[in-house]
């Protein structure tokens, strides 16, 4: 079992860490902010017994959320307690021992917020939910770190004033923490699977596997681009279609819902049967499968920006342009993409 402690001041991130999690991972059981869940309206209730119902809560939460699943990830933890009661009250309310506290989690990642680097970037993201002053984020900040940092597998990812990259770096903190390495299926030369492997993009693989390429495109036959996020190892900053790999016990059609739901926050029930098939193309690595969606009208996109850091529509000779001088492109696939984008241009 291992329990994960997000934690952070307003304006850190957390919140959004945990939602990429669960779009990341089935397996997670999440803890969610119980502050939100008693009082939606934001205000924060500092009493006593407001405090002790907050952590009565919480635990009776991590409690089942521990029956769910063997990772636990906790959007906040009953340390967040002190930053709305003196220590004196907060050791009364959990029996005196703060150990026992630390030892209620395996692993504590500490988000720094926002308002630590200064500027207009807090006060621009506050809204009519976010009730603290950036003097009491700090002050937050402060007593958060000052707590958390005793606890033996403590990890602090600074503030960033790229988001994306603040993002993608808090994902390889919780994953360190929870020992995940994404698994994805293997193949042989005819598409069948023989196994699975770890994906590692640093070199190459044993076995072949299989990525999912989608061309996005609407009504007026504009093609969906997107740049790839700068916090990215591989490819930062370039624009391509979507794509993404098949994760181990997956299909590529599968594969293909679920990068579009996680990189542009598409609800599964927007994509429905829409999703085409066009063809396959072997690579030298792997195995390309290509897939076509036409957005229907009035569908919501947007971005994860841990993934993408912008999306636009282009026209058709500007996309077969872009794959035209796209060098790392094999020349079978870039043919078949340019045969396919000819057809749905049409």
């Known amino acids: 079992m291992t329990v994960v402690v997000i934690t952070g001041a307003p304006a850190s991130g957390k919140t959004s860490l945990v939602s990429a999690l669960l779009r990341r991972r089935l397996d997670v059981s999440v ?29 009776e939460l991590l409690f089942k959320a521990k029956l769910r699943g063997s990772v636990v990830i906790c959007d906040r933890g009953t340390l967040d307690g002190l930053c709305y009661t003196s220590e004196a009250v907060f050791r009364k309310m959990v029996g005196g021992d703060l150990g026992t506290e630390y030892r209620r989690y395996g692993h504590v990642v500490m988000l720094g917020s926002i308002v630590g680097i200064g500027g207009d970037g807090y006060r621009l993201l506050r809204d009519g939910r ?78 072949l596997f299989m990525s999912v390429h989608v061309v996005i495109y609407d009504r007026r036959r504009m093609f969906l681009m997107q740049k790839r996020s700068m916090a990215k190892a591989k490819d930062k900053g370039r624009w ?93 696939y870039r043919l078949f993409l340019e045969g396919v984008l000819g057809r749905l241009a049409r």
């Not at 119980?34 to 006593?48: A, C, H, I, M, Y």
């Not at 920006?305 to 492109?329: C, H, N, P, Q």
């Open 31 to 59: 803890v969610p902010e119980v502050f939100s869940l008693l009082w939606p309206d934001g205000r924060r209730r500092t009493g006593r017994r407001e405090q002790e119902l907050v952590y009565r809560t919480h635990l």
């Open 130 to 207: 976010r009730t603290e002053s950036a003097r009491v984020a700090r002050r937050m900040e402060d007593t958060l770190y000052r707590y958390w940092c005793h606890h033996e597998n403590f990890l602090y990812v600074g503030a960033d004033a790229d988001f994306g990259l603040k993002m993608e770096k808090g994902m390889r903190a919780v994953e360190a923490c929870i020992g995940a390495a994404e698994m994805i299926n293997a193949y042989d030369a005819m598409g069948h699977v023989t196994g699975i492997q770890e994906r590692d993009d640093t070199k190459r693989l044993e076995h």
């Open 240 to 332: 391509d279609i979507l794509t993404g790999v098949v994760r181990a016990g997956e299909d590529s059609l599968a594969a293909a819902k679920r990068e579009i739901m996680e990189e542009l926050l598409v609800p599964m029930g927007d994509l429905g049967d829409s999703i085409r098939f066009e063809g396959r193309v072997r690579g030298r690595e792997n195995l390309l499968d290509v897939f076509s969606w036409e957005i229907a009208e009035g569908t919501w996109i947007g971005v994860d920006s841990i993934e993408v850091a912008e999306v636009k529509f282009v026209g058709y000779e500007e996309i077969l342009s872009m794959f035209r001088e796209r060098e790392d492109k094999e020349i079978d």
